[in-house]
DNA sequence: CGCCTTCTTGAAGGATCTCAAGAAGGGTGG
DNA sequence: CCACCCTTCTTGAGATCCTTCAAGAAGGCG
């Protein structure tokens, strides 16, 4: 656990707080709420490539990338602490078991993108919405083998949909199927998936690429300075 | 530039020289020939999720997260170096410089992942091989503002597909109309794109994200030791 | 109570897939 | 130099998943 001095700022829901484009001297710590990572095409169809939730970087990639070639936007309404490059800089050079954590965190940011590649690209909209549920659930540390497993996720279809590259209405129907083979059920932003074990294996789910079995001390975690 | 011990092998095409599962403890930099890294899904379909040329390291993030959830398979014949993680790790340890280096490179890998995610995610067929092989020229170095551009492509339309995550039938269905459109031509393994402007337009193409600009020093080159 | 967001439903259209088979190209051995 | 073979490219036709457009229902909040 690190300590970061950084300044701390509420964020309403669907407001970008870092647009492309951008030049970054923070990198955003998520402290509450969940964040989307956004690209777009230059037809400005929207695609989020990456889900950030509390203790996440956001933007750990802008220290050594400080052009923004991506927004960041609250999905729900959030906290973040913006933390100096410097900071992390000065840290990193200090610590090397630091700098080490900070590329490994880069590095399990690109396998979980090499998964949305796959997800996106080899899924149909069933697997694809189960698996990036999978993903969340666990990283939210909510799914560890039991049968049941309960998440808050306050998130809307259509945020879903951007996730997924599928259209709302395609995803609302897909949950409908999802929910009508007792698969899930999601109210008020509150998911519950009965049978994980089931669900996983509708997802395609495999959750060695995010790691959560690594060491405590090798994995980043963060704490706000006081 | 670095110069790097390691054990030289020559890789015939279509076959994998790191499987999934696999305990690496090296990283594999391309010397010639084009390599492709895989990854599946339970079903065993597997989706193209990276292209290195020469010049690149495969599989850097190898350094910190040895177990593969990925393979690596020449599309064309290859031939590779085989550099320790120790080499790697003492060398990164010796000079901050290289460690943000490597750790820059990791980045740049994501960032080119999340634009994957766009091109499956977000465009049509055309679009999506046009971005592919925009992206390919521009890292070979062969695009830089001229109108016509030529590379050496050794890879077929299956490969292709697999890149795309489109099947090969309707590769071949999108070439051929890039082709009658006059975009490209493409025999024997080298590819022509007579209006560069044009074909990236149609491929909704940017290469900020791959950072070509970035100053030499900045940047990760490897040599191979005498 | 009224408004605004989000969810839900229907119907038609389109991009891409699947299956199947034939043509072209390059290499090898006789 | 020709015959053969194997890979890769090409073509056709029907099926399917997902999109698009449009509108109505439900839910939360002031």
Redesign the pocket.
């Known amino acids: 656990m690190l300590n970061l001095p950084g300044q701390a700022s509420q964020i309403q ?2 407001r970008d707080f870092v647009r492309l484009g951008d030049r970054v001297q923070h990198s955003c710590l998520i402290i509450a709420g969940i964040v989307g990572r956004y690209d777009q095409n230059a037809e400005g169809k929207r695609q989020i490539t990456a889900i950030h939730l509390p203790g996440d970087m956001a933007d750990l990639h802008s220290v050594v990338q400080p052009n923004a070639s991506w927004a960041l936007q609250a999905l729900s309404t959030a906290t973040i602490l913006r933390v100096p490059h410097s900071e992390i800089r000065a840290a990193a050079g200090m610590y090397p078991a630091l700098a080490e954590a900070l590329w490994r965190d880069t590095m399990i940011d690109a396998a979980t993108l090499a998964q949305w590649v796959v997800n996106v690209g080899r ?6 919405i189960a698996h990036l549920l999978c993903e969340l659930a666990t990283r939210l540390g909510k799914a560890q083998g039991e049968h049941s497993v309960v998440l808050d996720l306050p ?7 951007e996730a ?13 199927s999802l ?1 009508s083979d007792g698969l899930l059920s ?4 509150v998911l519950h998936i009965p049978d994980w074990v089931r669900f996983a294996s509708v997802g395609d789910f495999d959750p060695l690429y995010l790691q959560m079995d690594m060491k405590p001390e090798k994995r980043l975690g963060f704490a706000q300075a006081s």
Do not use: E, K, M, Y
Request: charged residues 20%; proline residues 3%.
């Open positions: 829901v669907n899924r149909d909209a069933r697997a694809r998130i809307n279809q259509s945020q879903l949909a997924t590259a599928l259209t709302p209405v395609h995803v609302n129907r897909t949950l409908q929910r999601w109210q008020r932003g």
